[in-house]
């Protein structure tokens, strides 16, 4: 193998060391590895909860400058059709799920809370309860309107 191979082929070996020791860390923070890979680099794609498909190689490893993310406004003013990418992503199936899943955990909430108040004893109990039951009644509300 002549010098120039071997410096590509430790260039490689780096960025793929440096791939996995990522990958590891957001696996510790709750990222889940796709069976999906990055159409630019066919990477392995990370995502966490509802969010968008995370591709460590492209963000960070690749990433010319730091591993911060691009301010956004600057972003979107030199490609405006990345507004719409994420009206999309607004209305994927996994943001509705991830919807339903807050109704679901919003409803056991107020569940909680109406057994709690009727067994309470003191006013400010009640009140905090009260308060609870009705913040909880707006965010279903909030909710479903986006769930239509
Ligand atoms: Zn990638």
Redesign the pocket.
Known sequence: MDKITQEKYNKSRERSDRISALMGQYMLKGYRMLGST??????VLLKYRDQEDY?V???EV?APSAPVSRPVGSASASHPQQRSELISVVKSPTSQNAVHTAVHAVNEKMLWASQALSSALSTGECQQLCELLKTCAETLRALREIQQ
């Open positions: 990055c159409e630019v680099c066919g990477n591709c190689a492209c963000k690749d």
